[in-house]
């Protein structure tokens, strides 16, 4: 079964930054995307950012603050977020997408808090 797993949530004051980091127990070669989603209280859940097939995604909200990058070697993606705002207080979660037994599949981690506050 493939395992993602979060970390580097944590409580930051508006305009600090976090690094969230994703560890797949997959070689991430075999992921065709991999990302981060977020969701807040009471919302609905939103698509961060993405990376795979050679480009990358991000939602307008983190155009410009957050960078997301991969490093294979140690099968993790990471989300570098800067210039935090209070309105990215939110459960992060790793998300990809690989082939399992011919079909295509989501797994998800189990996310990662991220509060946003003073």
């Known amino acids: 079964q493939v395992q993602l797993v979060e970390s580097g949530g944590g409580l930051v004051l508006p305009g600090g930054s976090l690094r969230l980091s994703c560890t797949a127990s997959?070689?991430?070669?075999?992921?065709?995307?991999m990302g981060w989603y977020r969701q807040a209280p009471e919302k609905e859940r939103e698509l961060v950012a993405t990376?795979?097939?050679?480009?990358?995604y991000y939602a307008n909200s983190v155009k410009g603050r957050f960078t997301i990058s991969r490093d294979n070697g140690k099968d993790t993606i990471n989300l570098q977020m800067n210039s935090l705002k209070p309105e990215d207080t939110a459960v992060y979660y790793c998300?990809?997408?690989?082939?399992?037994?011919?079909?295509?599949?989501?797994?998800w981690g189990q996310g990662t808090q991220v509060t946003v506050s003073s």
């Open positions: 998300s990809g997408k690989t082939y399992q037994r011919g079909r295509l599949t989501d797994f």
């Open positions: 997959e070689n991430i070669y075999s992921f065709t995307v």
């Open positions: 990376i795979g097939g050679g480009s990358t």
